[in-house]
């Protein structure tokens, strides 16, 4: 059974433009978990420009929620996902000038800190994925590394859809390295720029068994509402 998760990320953009507390990020995520989130995501950015820790640490105390924490691999990210506790992890690279993230993990440059890094969290049990771009070489380097999953950057075909070129090289690329992810005993997941068409035509790849989406969902929830929103997705993914 294919799984939706919720990024509400943007929950904590909202409220942090007044400085205030409303919308509070912990009531989303119990929030969009009754309306049908298979889990949350959030990410403690390094520059905590939404999530803060308060936030994580609240988030990932309520009972019967997955929760999905993004994190880079600087020290002080992962010490305090430790903290944390998480469900899950998934390690993703990080910018700080960067307006979203642009692209997967460089694996080779970071291969030996990022399987440390996979290593503690393996002995707290916690889920570990790696978000990466759809290479072949990256699904092997992260079997090698020890990952439980990885999420495949769908950036590319999200934007090569909206603006309706040719998808084919970039979902042929999505295909084989989902199956082989698949080959080689890990789990398949999906994010990055995902709306209503590119994840129906993700649906599709059996391999895929998780999409985590977050600016689409509460961008068009402020038009038709987040109940109707994740309904929508709940009814292409599963």
Not at 155 to 168: C, D, E, H, M, P
């Amino acid at each position: 059974m294919k799984r939706i998760g919720v990024n509400i990320d943007h929950i904590a953009t909202l409220r942090n433009a007044r400085g205030e507390h409303h919308p509070d990020p912990f009531f989303a995520a119990k929030f969009v978990k009754k309306l049908g989130a298979d889990s949350i995501t959030i990410h403690l950015r390094e520059d905590r420009r939404h999530i803060n820790d308060s936030d994580a640490k609240k988030i990932c105390s309520i009972k019967n929620l997955l929760v999905n924490l993004e994190i880079s691999i600087k020290d002080e990210i992962v010490e305090n996902a430790l903290k944390i506790n998480p469900n899950f992890i998934c390690i993703v690279p990080e910018n700080r000038k960067e307006v979203t993230t642009e692209g997967g993990l460089n694996l080779k440059k970071n291969k030996n800190k990022i399987k440390s890094i996979i290593n503690l969290f393996k002995k707290k049990r916690i889920r570990t994925s790696l978000f990466i771009n759809p290479n072949l070489n990256d699904i092997l380097i992260s079997k090698d590394l020890g990952a439980d999953c990885i999420e495949i950057h769908t950036g590319r075909l999200a934007n090569l859809v909206k603006s309706k070129k040719n998808i084919y090289k970039e979902l042929l690329r999505i295909k084989k390295s989902s199956k082989l992810a698949e080959q080689l005993g890990m789990e398949v997941h999906a994010g990055h720029g995902l709306d209503y068409r590119s994840t129906k035509l993700l649906s599709k790849i059996n391999e895929i068994k998780e999409f985590n989406i977050g600016h689409f969902i509460i961008g068009e929830s402020v038009f038709y509402g987040l109940q109707k929103v994740i309904k929508e997705f709940r009814k292409i993914v599963k």
